[in-house]
């Protein structure tokens, strides 16, 4: 139903910055619910950040908030993630999701996937 392409991953040392982008073609509307997560090696997936586009409303987790911001550009069907004072634990695949925006914002089972982009921060 909705196709998700991410971009903007890749090394960087420990206090520096990325930006990630996802790009939503398809059936997209107001209605959706968009957001990243990400999975580390071995590691179950887990929630970063999200935004519900019919109210604007924001969530982080609370290991990236105040360092990660999401934004987005409802013409263009994108969402950005803004990462700034990266960590090695940050190492991750991220994932964009998007859903209805009647389900949980943080639930990590839900709705559509992109492939991934890999982020690696060296210390």
Do not use: H
């Given at each position: 139903q909705v196709q998700l392409v991410e971009s903007g991953g890749g090394l960087v040392q420990a206090g520096g910055s990325l930006r990630l982008s996802c790009a939503a073609s398809?059936?997209?509307?107001s209605s959706l619910a968009m957001g990243w997560f990400r999975q580390a090696p071995g590691k179950e997936r887990e929630f970063v950040a999200g935004i519900r586009w019919s109210s604007g409303d924001t969530y982080y987790a609370d290991s990236v908030?105040?360092?990660f911001t999401i934004s987005g550009a409802n013409a263009e069907n994108t969402v950005t993630?803004?990462?700034n004072k990266l960590k090695p634990e940050d190492t991750a695949v991220y994932y964009c999701n998007a859903r209805s925006n009647?389900?949980?914002i943080t639930a990590t089972n839900l709705?559509?996937?992109g492939q991934g982009t890999q982020v690696t921060v060296s210390s």
């Amino acid at each position: 139903q909705v196709q998700l392409v991410e971009s903007g991953g890749g090394l960087v040392q420990a206090g520096g910055s990325l930006r990630l982008s996802c790009a939503a073609s398809g059936r997209t509307d107001s209605s959706l619910a968009m957001g990243w997560f990400r999975q580390a090696p071995g590691k179950e997936r887990e929630f970063v950040a999200g935004i519900r586009w019919s109210s604007g409303d924001t969530y982080y987790a609370d290991s990236v908030k105040g360092r990660f911001t999401i934004s987005g550009a409802n013409a263009e069907n994108t969402v950005t993630l803004q990462m700034n004072k990266l960590k090695p634990e940050d190492t991750a695949v991220y994932y964009c999701n998007a859903r209805s925006n009647i389900l949980p914002i943080t639930a990590t089972n839900l709705g559509s996937w992109g492939q991934g982009t890999q982020v690696t921060v060296s210390s």
